[in-house]
């Protein structure tokens, strides 16, 4: 191993300015291997740690000695690899053979082997058509929130809940705050939606029991009062669909949950801060 080097320091010449080994020092001790030199002539080390011998990562006796290593170390990683060496050698570039050992490994590519990727399959149609924003809408609601309620003396802090509307076409996001996870609350926030942002044609949910209640008391309303609102309704030029909310799908109820994961998240890291 360097071998120019080290006829060059056993004649007792100074290397190049220029020569790779120039910034460790090396020198040739007693027993004529080259070492590492250094400041650390005055610590408490040993003298293998003050001064490791110097190796070259390319000669097949180092990749040898890190097989070695890696296997008694029981399948060690690069840093855990490299650091046992360094306690006694230096190798130039042990880094990347650290690496490369660990790479090539057998046993380790077995016990950190990656699944195949499953290819997703075609979009659906509510995913791809745009007509107009929130034509079809995933719903969702977000951890409780707690909010402070200045009413009389004091202030109390009350449990609510944010409802999250996720248009599945273009991913835009509705906010709407709950005040508790009752029907009657799901409905109110659901006409203060379709006021702002129209009648959704479409409305997929993950079916919790907030939203199946308000499903079976929209359907007796419409059942009963179908033929007071009809005429309004018509002239309008609004469609009434008995079935507002199907059965959640995981490739379209999965954009509403991620939203609602996203909002979680971002509101906590803000609040955190006030």
């Known amino acids: 191993m360097f071998p120019e080097e080290y006829n060059t320091l056993k004649c007792n010449k100074i290397l190049h300015s220029k020569n790779r080994l120039i910034s460790i020092s090396p020198f040739i001790d007693s027993c004529n291997i080259l070492r590492v030199g250094g400041r650390l002539q005055n610590s408490n080390y040993t003298y293998d740690i003050k001064h490791p011998i110097l190796l070259c990562s390319k000669h097949h006796l180092t990749k040898i000695m890190f097989k070695s ?51 997703m ?62 029907k009657e609350s799901f409905l109110a926030v659901f006409s203060r939606f379709v006021a702002r942002r129209g009648k959704p044609q479409r409305v997929y949910s993950d079916n919790s029991t907030t939203f199946v209640g308000a499903l079976n008391q929209l359907k007796r309303l419409l059942q009963l009062s179908y033929n007071d609102l009809e005429s309004d309704i018509a002239n309008q030029g609004i469609e009434i669909y008995t079935t507002l909310f199907t059965s959640f799908w995981g490739h379209l109820g999965g954009s509403s949950k991620i939203n609602q994961t996203s909002f979680t998240s971002y509101s906590s890291s803000y609040s955190s801060n006030l």
Do not use: M
Request: glycine share 8%; aromatic share 8%; hydrophobic share 40%.
């Open 69 to 119: 290593y890696h296997l008694s170390l029981f399948h060690a990683g690069p840093q855990l690899l490299l650091a046992n060496i360094r306690v006694t050698y230096w190798p130039l570039g042990g880094r990347n053979l650290a690496k490369q050992i660990v790479r090539t490994c057998i046993r380790c590519t077995r016990v950190k082997g990656k699944p195949i990727q499953v290819i």
């Open 121 to 182: 399959g075609n979009l659906p149609s509510e995913r791809t058509q745009l007509d107009f924003p929130f034509l079809t809408t995933g719903l969702d609601f977000s951890a409780p929130v707690l909010i402070a309620d200045r009413k009389g003396r004091g202030c109390k802090l009350l449990k609510s809940y944010i409802c999250v509307f996720v248009c599945f076409a273009v991913r835009a996001v509705h906010l709407e705050l709950v005040s508790d996870l009752t």
